[in-house]
């Protein structure tokens, strides 16, 4: 068994080393979007959307308020065509609130499995991301040491002589005589 490494090009390990960066720089991207886009949509259940449904809630409940005083007075004033149009303008808005209630529910439901069901995703994700940032630099990192010490171990051997045989079981420190 020979001690000499018979090394002839590193043109294959730099190409695998390069692409390994392109890589890992796309799945960084990817990941970071993946995260991004959870941190988003967990903003815009607990935050934006709550808000904005609970704004919507006591809008529409004055809206129901002034439809019922509406609906009042005029069973009070007995006019009965002004009265229906009261009863269906207080059914309305009525709808309305109860149609935005189910949705504060429906969305406080979604942010419970929320947590329950993407959190551990969110973690493997950042354990990933833990990967890529650590594991994966230290194996370009192995790769670009490798190159490297190749590259200065095939310098220092003298280029085969072609059909020499006496160059072949030659070694830096056995030069052939």
Do not use: C
Request: hydrophobic fraction near 35%; glycine fraction near 2%.
């Amino acid at each position: 068994m020979s001690k000499n490494a018979h090394v002839t090009s590193l043109d294959e390990l730099e190409t695998l080393r390069s692409q390994l960066i392109v890589y890992l720089e796309k799945l960084t991207a990817a990941v970071d979007d993946v995260s991004d886009d959870v941190m988003r949509t967990r903003v815009w259940l607990e935050n934006d959307q709550r808000m904005h449904l609970e704004g919507e809630v006591r809008r529409r409940s004055k809206i129901l308020e002034m439809a019922q005083q509406e609906l009042f007075s005029s069973r009070i004033s007995s006019l009965e065509q002004s009265t229906l149009d009261r009863q269906m303008a207080v059914r309305k808005a009525k709808n309305a609130l109860d149609e935005t209630m189910q949705k504060l529910t429906i969305l406080k439901q979604w942010d419970r499995r929320f947590e329950s069901e993407v959190d551990p995703l969110a973690k493997q994700i950042d354990k990933m991301r833990t990967m890529l940032g650590t594991d994966m630099e230290q194996a370009v990192s192995f790769l670009t040491q490798a190159i490297k010490t190749l590259d200065e171990y095939a310098r220092l051997m003298p280029p085969p002589a072609a059909g020499s045989s006496a160059a072949e079981g030659s070694t830096p420190e056995n030069p052939p005589s």
